[in-house]
């Protein structure tokens, strides 16, 4: 529910690299026409759109000490981070409508699903895209066992994100023709690009124990508050079960010389561990600072594991093979560190859990991060858009060397943003909406 758009530098070098109408001042109609933002439209946010961006109705109070130990180390304060500049530290705007999450299938399909012209099959997977030559004219899809065809009347749009969108076009014959070939899978169009240029944004998390029985984690107290809690949700949308759990955020530079923030944390008011699969961790009073590196070098790749369309694909994501990215993730820590030890936190801490007191030196902590980072659900690229020879869709998001098909979602970005990618990806899809309908009016015209 992080509603943040990344970087006016990151859709600047979208434009720089050859992707007209790209750039910030052409995308910021679109993040705007996408939302309602509560706080009111300005040169930066709409009214009226369908994704209700809200302030956080009952941030934690260990929240509240978070923004001011940022402020403590010296990063500004900042009350929006996708206005005029997004560097700095305090709460999240979140997506949310009422004290509840405003997903896009709440504040678009939820408008949309009873028009004559829409048909929306649930428990159906994509399987392959039909050409006829190298035109694409239906979709083949398994549903309850039984395969079926839906033909198009004018174009195809794949929205499967960045991990499946690259595995429906190589079982379609688009990508490179050796794995293909390999596969038994005639080529429609060679494209060496599909699947290629993953990038996704890694994420190590420090954790402290907390003194005060203040945290959301699972503790006697809070189970004896959460019927309280479930109250003040129902009646009023209010409290503990309106947090989005990551409630407060910055944006930081991990050095001087870096041209933009290139460092994000997400602070949250309890102990987690593998974004709380790990369960025991989820006990006790406790928070937790996330350390993100915001534009990673390593890249990795979207392979197919077989030709048969049920398999998933193979997930190569490559992290940290670049030495830059190991290098921004330790400052990282050590910044996430400072903040941590300031004095907003000094009624608060407790002993830290991860890393340890025995993780003081660079190797050690280098050591933490390969051992403890993970993903934090960003993948994108993997279509990427553009005009060099890797690329797989043009400015218009049409794939290259095919007619009649346009991907539409996070693999196309050709370089990852600075920032969480939901809002960017909804951008993307409100851009595409006026490409698709200008195409058709050409057409008819």
């Known amino acids: 529910m992080c509603y943040t758009r990344g970087h006016a530098f990151d859709y600047d070098g979208w434009a720089r690299l050859g992707n007209a109408g790209w750039s910030y001042q052409d995308v910021l109609p679109y993040f705007k026409r996408a939302e309602h933002h509560e706080r009111g439209a300005d040169a930066f946010h709409g009214t009226g759109g369908p994704l209700n961006v809200a302030n956080l109705r009952s941030p934690n109070v260990?929240?509240?000490?978070?923004?001011?130990?940022?402020?403590?180390?010296?990063?500004?304060?900042?009350?929006?981070?996708?206005g005029a500049e997004q560097e700095g530290v305090g709460l999240f705007q979140v997506t949310q409508k009422n004290g509840r999450r405003c997903s896009t299938a709440s504040g678009y399909l939820g408008m949309a699903k009873h028009r004559g012209n829409l048909t929306i099959l649930t428990g159906a997977q994509a399987r392959r895209v039909l050409f006829d030559g190298d035109a694409a004219v239906g979709v083949e899809y398994q549903r309850g066992g039984t395969v079926h065809v839906v033909h198009a009347a004018m174009e195809v749009i794949l929205s499967a994100g960045a991990i499946q969108s690259p595995q429906l076009l190589m079982l379609s014959g688009i990508g490179d023709r050796?794995?293909?070939?390999?596969h038994g899978i005639p080529v429609v169009a060679h494209l060496p690009g599909v699947g290629k240029n993953l990038q996704d944004h890694l994420d190590v998390i420090v954790v402290n124990s907390c003194t005060q029985p203040v945290s959301i984690g699972i503790t006697?107290?809070?189970?004896?508050r959460w019927p309280w809690e479930l109250m003040k949700y129902f009646c009023g949308r209010r409290g503990l079960f309106t947090s989005n759990a990551v409630e407060g955020g910055g944006f930081v530079k991990s050095r001087p010389s870096e041209p933009v923030p290139d460092l994000q944390f997400h602070f949250s008011p309890m102990k987690l561990s593998r974004h709380g699969m790990d369960m025991g961790d989820l006990f006790g009073d406790g928070y937790s600072l996330h350390v993100c590196c915001l534009r990673p070098k390593s890249v990795g790749e979207i392979r197919l594991a077989s030709p048969h369309p049920m398999e998933a694909p193979q997930i190569v994501a490559n992290y940290l093979t670049h030495p830059d990215d190991m290098e921004t993730m330790l400052r990282g820590v050590r910044l996430a560190r400072d903040i941590l030890a300031a004095p907003?936190?000094?009624?608060?801490?407790?002993?830290?859990?991860?890393?340890?007191?025995?993780?003081?030196?660079?190797?050690?902590?280098?050591q933490f991060i390969r051992e403890r980072a993970e993903t934090i659900y960003h993948p994108v690229g993997t279509c990427k858009m553009g005009q060099d020879a890797m690329a797989v869709v043009d400015s218009e998001l049409r794939v290259h060397g095919a007619r009649r098909l346009r991907v539409v979602d996070a693999s196309i970005m050709p370089t990852l943003v600075g920032g969480n990618t939901n809002a960017p990806?909804?951008?993307?899809?409100?851009?595409?909406?006026?490409?698709?309908r200008w195409a058709a009016h050409e057409r008819r015209h």
């Open 62 to 82: 260990l929240t509240k000490a978070f923004v001011t130990a940022g402020t403590q180390v010296g990063i500004p304060r900042n009350d929006d981070f996708n």
């Open 178 to 182: 050796v794995p293909l070939q390999a």
């Open 220 to 224: 006697p107290g809070n189970v004896l």
């Open 344 to 366: 907003a936190f000094d009624r608060y801490r407790g002993r830290e859990l991860m890393p340890t007191v025995l993780c003081e030196r660079d190797d050690k902590i280098r």
């Open 425 to 436: 990806t909804v951008m993307i899809a409100e851009k595409a909406s006026d490409l698709v």
